[in-house]
């Protein structure tokens, strides 16, 4: 079996230099378990099985429009051993708007946005060199014009780091309760992977490869666990 490439399957987070990754915008990420170990199910026939584990994780990830209203959730998985997204950030003005039922995808996340009503065409980014500097800690960097929001928008990391403490929480309690698989340190590996999505080709192939990710499991490095990684 061929040996496992982080520059290809997106072990590290790679953050573009300069970019505000709390701007409205499309974002394909993906999370990966801490030792690439399987704990939320398993594949047959081309499908993802999950445990109640894996619901868990489906379930939260459903949820997370709930906490963070400047979302909109697209395609996404969850599979054995990782979890593929796409996100939208939406601009301010479209907080609120209609929501829809998310549609019954078999725990796949297959199908429309989730959480407000979708829209057709995934937006161009504008402005391919902010001028703007990502920051670790959203408390570091207070709004310029307070006026104008009263709270700072959430970036992309905070969105996903909220999403791995509230499942790796939830595991938690799954481990001393359900007898889940107990896990190394943590259940995610600290860093995540994510990709600017610019246009709409771009979105068409990403939605098809996080549709076909439990079908081509056997070319996919990341569905075996090895050695311990640092993360």
Sequence with gaps: MAKYNPNIHHRRSIRLKGYDYS???????TIVCQ????????????????NEAGKMVNDEWLKLPERF?????????????HFHAILEIIPDDAVGATL?????????????PRGVAPTKNPPENPTKNPSENPTKNPS???????????QKRKTLGDIMGAFQSITTVKYIQGV???DWKRFDRRLWQ???????????????????YIKNNPKNWGNDKLDF?????QS
């Design 176 to 178: 001393k309760t359900k």
């Design 140 to 150: 570091e960097n207070p709004t310029k014009n307070p006026s104008e929001n009263i």
């Design 190 to 208: 600290r860093n995540y992977w994510e990709h600017i999505i610019r246009n709409e080709k771009a979105y068409n192939k990403i939605t098809g």
């Design 225 to 229: 666990p090895s050695r311990p990684t």
């Design 69 to 81: 209203p400047n979302i909109r959730l697209h395609e996404y998985i969850v599979m054995t051993n």
């Design 23 to 29: 701007r409205p915008g499309l974002y394909f990420v």
């Design 35 to 50: 030792n690439r170990e399987h704990f939320f199910g398993k594949i047959e026939d081309g499908k993802m099985i999950l």
């Design 100 to 112: 829809v039922a998310p549609e019954n995808g078999g725990g796949l996340g297959m199908g429309q």
